[in-house]
C-alpha cells in the first residue's frame, strides 16, 4: 500500500520542461533516492510533492501539511538555539505538547547538550540536524529530503545518514535527492533517475547497477556489486545517461 | 502569528547593536536635517511692487526731505526682489510658488507719513505651507521695517519735539508759504502776569488769570518731557501679514515634526524591509508559508512588529523632545494617530523592498537608497525650483509616505489644519505597498 503517490507531474518554466510526465509512489519505511545530474530537475520534483510549487498537470496523492519538507540549505534561525528553534516551529505546526516534542527531537537528533545553543554557533552536521528536525516535527509518514548531505564533510554527512536510516527503520517513508550516486546506491532501497525532467530508470540500486553496466558493456557486463570503486560506478553512469540521450 | 511575532523579538533582542544603530542613526539623520533646516536660504525670492506714485515718494518730515524709496535700499540688500506691476501680480507670485513672499507698498505710504495721524501700512504675503520658508521671510522682512521704522521715527520725533516747543516758547512758524509769529505758553504767561497786574488784588478777574498763569507753567515744565515719550512710541509703519495657503507652525514645531518623521522612516523601513528579507536570507520563508503561516499573515505580522516598535520609539522621542520644545500634550492622541498611520505606510514600503531583496544588508541598503531622495524630495521649497519641476516633485511626494506623513504630524503637533487628509492618504498608501509586496513576494516562490 503507497503511503505517496504522484502521478503524471509535468512543470514547465516558460519553454522549457522542468518535468515531463513524472509519476513515482512510496510505501511505508521506504527509502527512496532521487537522482540526477544538475538541472535534472530534483529539487523541483520534491518541491511539487512538498506543495510548495504546484504543476501545470498531475497531481499528489498527499496534502503538503502531511509531509515533512527538510530543504537543501537550513531553514532555522541561526539567531536563536536548537530548543527555542524546535518550540518556535512545533508551535507554528501547532502540535499537541510543544515541549514534549521538543524534548522528544533533542533526543533523537542527539543534541540534547546544544539545546541552549543558537544556531548559527553550530557546525554544518549539526545544523544539518536541526533542520531535519523541524522537518520531522509534525510527525508527517513521509519525509522529503532535499540533498541533506550536500555541503557536509564525511564525518557530519555519517551523523546525518545515521539518524535518517534510524527514521526510516522507526516506518517513516524517506524521499531524499541527492548527486551522489555512492549515497543513493548505498542507503537507498529504490531510485529514481531523472535527467532533463524525464523519469528514465525506477528500481533497486542492483538493478541500476545493471542497467548502468548494460550501459557500459552492450549488457553483458554482471550486475553491480558493491563495494566497488566510486569512479568507476560514477564514470558508468554518465555513460548510461548518454546512451539515453541526456 | 504570535509566535512569529515573538521570535522577530527575540531576535531583535539578541541582536543590540543593530538595535542601537536602527534607533540612533536616524536619530543622528534627524538632528542634521533639524539644523540644516533651521538655516534660512542665503537670500529670499521676494515679490515687491512700490504702488506709491513717483511724485510722492518724498516727504517732509522734522525739517528735512526724506526719500522714501531710499528706505528700502537695506531690505533689498537682505532679499533678492522680483519686482511685479500689481499687487494681484505678487500675491500670484506666492502662490504659484515662484517667489516665497511678496511685499507690497500701498501709495498711501508717504501721505500717511507725512500726516503722522495713523500708520502706514506695508503689506506682507507668504505661503504658510512651509513653515521654514515663511519664517525666514517674515523674520527678514520684519527685521527690515523695523529699521525703516527706526529711523523714520527719528526723524517724526525730531519734527514733533519742534513744534512742541513752538507750543512753549513761541517763535515763528511756515505753513503754505506764509509766515506765522506764534505766542507760546512762556510768552503767553509773561503777558498774563504783567496783566494781572493790572487787575484789583481780590477781584475773582484777578484770581482766574493767576489760574491760567500756573496752567500754562505746568504745560511748559511737562513739554520738556515729550521728545523721549516720542521717540521710544513712535512705530509709523506697520506691517499686515496675509497667510496664503495653510497655518502657522513655529519654526521649532516644524523641526519636530520633520526630526519625527526622519526617525519614523528609517525605523519602520528597516525593521520592516529587514525582517522580512531576514526570512528569505535563513531560508524560512518557503518553510513558514508551506501552511504554517499564509504569506498575507507573515507580512502583516512583519508590518505589525515594524509599526509598533517605530511608534513606541516616536513617542519616546516626541516625550524627550517635548522636554525642549513647548508641545502640545492635549493633542497626545492626534499624535499617535499621525505617528501610527505613518509607521503602516512605511512598514508596507519596507514589506515591499523586503520583498524585493533575498538578504538583510541589501535590503537596508536599498531603504537608505530610497529614503534619503525621497525625503530632500519631500523638503523642497517651492521657490527654489521651476513650477513645473515642483509639480513633479510634489507628485513623487506624494506616491511615498514621507510626506504624507510630515503633514500628519505637522498637523497633529501644531495644529495645522485636518489631519484627516494625510491620514487617509497614508491608509491610502499602506494598502498600495501593502498590495505591491504581496504581489513582489511570489519572487519568493521555489
Sequence with gaps: ?246 | MRWLLLKDLRILRRSPLLVGLLVLYPVVIATLIGFALSRGPEKPQVAFVNLVPDSATEIELGGETIDVTRQAGPLFRAIDPVRVDSREQAIAQVEDGRVLGALVIPKDTTRKLQTGLEPAEVEVFYNADDPVKSSYVRDTIKAQVQDANSALTKQLAKAAVEYLNLIGTGGRFEIFGRELDVLGLERAERLLRKASTQLPPRSSAREDVERVIAFARLARDNLDLSDEVLSSVGTPISVKQTELDGGATPLSSFAVAIAVTVSLMFITLLLAAGSLALEREENAFLRLVRGLVSRTGLLLEKAGLAAVCSTVVCLLMLAGLGLFVDLRWERFPLWVAGVGAGALAFAAMGLAVGALTKEVRAASLLCVMLSLPLTFLALVPSGSVSPLLYDLVRVVSAVFPFKPTLEALDSALNDTGGIAGPLAHLLALFVAFGAASRLALRRFDG
Excluded: C
Excluded at chain 1, 509534525?138 to 557530519?156: F, H, I, N, T, Y
Excluded at chain 1, 529504490?190 to 540500486?205: C, Q
Excluded at chain 1, 553491480?224 to 560506478?233: E, G
Design chain 1, 1 to 246: 500500500m503507497p503511503v505517496l503517490e504522484a502521478d503524471g507531474l509535468v512543470k514547465r518554466y516558460g519553454e522549457r520542461a522542468a518535468l515531463r510526465d513524472v509519476s513515482l509512489s512510496a510505501s511505508r519505511g521506504e527509502l527512496v533516492a532521487v537522482i540526477g545530474p544538475n538541472g535534472a530537475g530534483k529539487t523541483t520534483l520534491l518541491s511539487i510533492l512538498a506543495g510548495i510549487q504546484k504543476p501545470d498537470e498531475g497531481s499528489v496523492s498527499r496534502a503538503p501539511a502531511e509531509i515533512g519538507w527538510v530543504p537543501q540549505q537550513a531553514a532555522v534561525y541561526s539567531k536563536l538555539t536548537v530548543a527555542e528553534n524546535l518550540e518556535l516551529f512545533a508551535r507554528l505546526e501547532k502540535v499537541d505538547d510543544p515541549r514534549s516534542t521538543v524534548d522528544r527531537m533533542l533526543d533523537l537528533t542527539d543534541l540534547r547538550d546544544r539545546a541552549g545553543d543558537q544556531v548559527g554557533r553550530l557546525s554544518g552536521g549539526n545544523r544539518q540536524r536541526v533542520n531535519i528536525a523541524v522537518g520531522l516535527l509534525g510527525e508527517q509518514p513521509v519525509l522529503l529530503l532535499d540533498e541533506p548531505s550536500a555541503a557536509l564533510d564525511p564525518r557530519q554527512r555519517e551523523r546525518v545518514w545515521g539518524f535518517v536510516l534510524s527514521l526510516a527503520e522507526s516506518g517513516t517513508t524517506v524521499i531524499y535527492s541527492t548527486h551522489n550516486i555512492q549515497e543513493a546506491e548505498r542507503h537507498a532501497q529504490r531510485v529514481l533517475v531523472l535527467a532533463d525532467g524525464e523519469l528514465i530508470f525506477t528500481g533497486s540500486p542492483r538493478e541500476l547497477g545493471t542497467a548502468v553496466g548494460d550501459g557500459v558493456n552492450g549488457g553483458h557486463r554482471p550486475p553491480l556489486q558493491p563495494p566497488r570503486a566510486p569512479p568507476d560506478f560514477e564514470s558508468a553512469f554518465v555513460a548510461f545517461l548518454r546512451q539515453r540521450g541526456h
